[in-house]
């Protein structure tokens, strides 16, 4: 399942603010329960030589589900023309508290219970003097590259995956059940 949040823009800007709805994802339809035991966690190395944690089993780690989307949202986005994105700690930490609490409740939403909206979560983890903002949300899909597919085939998901005016990204992932709860939170300062 995926869903997508408008941008959010400050008074005056001329992009309007784009309508939300729920989008059933096609994996969600064929849902299939997927229980990874957890085992010692071996390192890899990125394409750009960083250290990623993935466990011997195969289960995904969320920092590697993490560091797999940054970087297919970053190819897609450098064949489209637009400038990669950098990976902002605040938006990180938005990300991730968001993805933990959809984790905890079992509940996929913008704002949950006793949460603030995006713009309220993002300057809470400091992320300040921002233009604009948006948020892509997924939850079941086994793998990264699932999650990346699902977005890539919603208008809306699409739109914030190939808008050339965001510059910073946060992905914050959580597995519970064996399943992700993603949260990718994109932004550009003043």
Same mark, same amino acid.
């Given at each position: ?5 408008? *941008? ?8 309007? *603010? &784009?309508?939300?709805? %729920?989008? %059933? ?6 849902? *299939? ?22 466990? @011997?089993?195969?289960? #995904?780690?969320? +920092? ?18 637009? &400038?990669?994105?950098? #990976? !902002? ?6 990300? =991730?508290?968001?993805? !933990? ?8 939403? $913008?704002?949950?219970?006793? +949460? ?13 003097? %921002? ?11 086994? @793998? ?8 890539? =085939? ?7 995956? !190939?808008?050339?005016?965001?510059? !910073? ?9 064996? &399943?992700? %709860? ?6 550009? $300062?003043?």
């Amino acid at each position: 399942m995926n869903f997508t949040e408008p *941008v959010a823009s400050r008074p005056g800007d001329r992009h309007s *603010v &784009r309508v939300t709805r %729920w989008l %059933w994802s096609a994996s969600l339809l064929g849902l *299939v329960a997927i229980f990874l035991i957890p085992a010692a966690p071996v390192q890899a190395s990125s394409e750009n030589g960083a250290a990623v944690t993935r466990s @011997t089993t195969g289960a #995904l780690t969320a +920092e590697y589900f993490a560091s797999r989307l940054f970087a297919r949202t970053n190819y897609r986005r450098v064949a489209r023309g637009c &400038r990669p994105l950098r #990976l !902002d700690p605040a938006l990180v930490l938005a990300a =991730q508290r968001h993805s !933990d609490l959809m984790s905890y409740t079992a509940d996929l939403s $913008h704002r949950l219970a006793g +949460e603030g909206d995006l713009v309220a979560r993002d300057v809470a983890a400091g992320y300040t003097h %921002w233009r604009i903002l948006a948020e892509n949300l997924a939850w079941g899909q086994a @793998t990264p590259r699932a999650v990346f597919h699902d977005w890539v =085939q919603s208008p809306e998901h699409r739109a914030n995956l !190939d808008n050339c005016r965001l510059r !910073d990204v946060g992905f914050g992932v959580a597995f519970s059940g064996g &399943r992700p %709860w993603v949260t990718a939170d994109f932004g550009r $300062h003043l």
